[in-house]
């Protein structure tokens, strides 16, 4: 029988412990556990060894085979096997086949001294969470946004919704987006992420794309650099703050764009090919006519989630635009393999020969 249970977590770190216990034929029973670790950051699992530095393994075998010198020809791999580094900074190794060999049961604690040398940085920074009780920084998980979906094979289109997020509204819209699994974009204004932080992230986490939107919706061709970059600069900080991303593009309210704006933003402007003018309608008995009548493979569809009638439109333009083979994907997934450029200005994904 196979378990596997968490011993100890700080940080990006989390560690396990597998135990394995086997019945033979005649009735005995043998034990076996190893322990590694998780980073929550990187996804990856470790055997406990990557905690330490390779220089380090034979001296600190060494002292466990003092101990037990029954086990003196196995290496570090078998020895060191379930391993645990405690708070105190002693590094706890348990004979991982203790059934096998029953004049040593137990375990062999190496002094902090000898610990602190044999760890690597990894090792050291764990400690370090350990010691000072860091929380567990939980993995995020993977948004079906990451789904690959082959926009040069396949007709793709971006949903786009500006001026957001809103505390009535945009819940409305993520509900309906994760019903009909689909992934969106939002290009959020910054004072409106400062008051609603939990919803930027909640639309974040759901694997939606964000970008930023200026921080209050100025037309950015009337202010001087020192303006613009502002605008820019403080919606980042929002958005950044909220969902721990920081937005790789932009959109410039009403579509605003000169020169100046161009060299000063910082960031690829994203622009538009299909306007559903929710706006000005209020109707979604216009608006998804609309779209549907304008949209083409590879297209950036406007809309603003901050109306009531854009979101109660949703439902039939999804649906619509899935019934004539659309996959609709998050602004980076349309364009994925070409490289957005700061500065420049896209309003579709670029044809491909
Ligand atoms: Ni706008």
Redesign the pocket.
């Known amino acids: 029988m196979l378990e596997a249970r968490p011993i100890q977590a700080a940080g990006t770190t989390i560690f396990i412990r597998e135990s394995e216990t086997d019945t033979s034929s005649d009735g005995s029973r043998t034990s076996t556990s190893r322990t590694g670790y998780t980073d929550t950051a990187s996804g990856g699992f470790h055997s406990s060894l990557e905690l330490l530095r390779p220089e380090a393994l034979s001296d600190i075998s060494a002292k466990v085979t003092a101990r037990d010198p029954g086990r003196r020809d196995a290496g570090p791999a078998l020895l060191l096997q379930d391993m645990v580094l405690n708070r105190d900074g002693t590094l706890e190794v348990r004979n991982p086949g203790s059934a096998v060999n029953d004049r040593f049961e137990g375990k062999v604690a190496i002094d902090p001294g000898t610990t602190d040398k044999a760890l690597n940085d990894y090792g050291r920074q764990f400690l370090i969470a350990l010691r000072a009780g860091t929380p567990v920084v939980l993995p995020r998980p993977a948004g079906p946004g990451l789904r690959h979906v082959n926009c040069d094979l396949l007709p793709c289109a971006s949903l786009t919704y ?2 957001g997020p809103d505390a009535k509204t945009t819940p409305q819209l993520l509900e309906i987006l994760k019903e009909r699994n689909v992934q969106a974009t939002f290009f959020m204004q910054g004072k409106n992420v400062a008051t609603n932080p939990a919803l930027a992230k909640q639309v974040a986490d759901a694997g939606h794309a964000i970008g930023n ?1 200026t921080y209050d ?1 100025p037309h950015l061709t009337q202010l001087p650099l020192a303006g613009i970059k502002n605008q820019i600069d403080r919606a980042n900080t929002a958005i950044t703050s909220a969902t721990g991303t920081t937005p790789s593009f932009m959109r410039p ?1 009403y579509g605003d764009v000169n020169a100046l704006v161009q060299s000063s933003v910082g960031m690829p402007l994203l622009l538009w090919s299909v306007d559903s003018l929710d706006w000005q309608s209020k109707n979604p008995g216009v608006f998804v006519p609309k779209v549907l009548k304008d949209i083409k493979p590879g297209a950036v569809i406007l809309m603003h989630d901050i109306h009531p009638t854009t979101v109660a439109g949703q439902k039939e333009l999804i649906s619509s635009l899935q019934d004539r083979g659309y996959h609709l994907v998050t602004v980076p997934q349309l364009f994925q393999r070409t490289p957005l450029k700061s500065g420049q200005v896209y309003r579709s994904r670029p044809n491909r020969q």
């Open positions: 500006d001026d939107h919706h309210p």
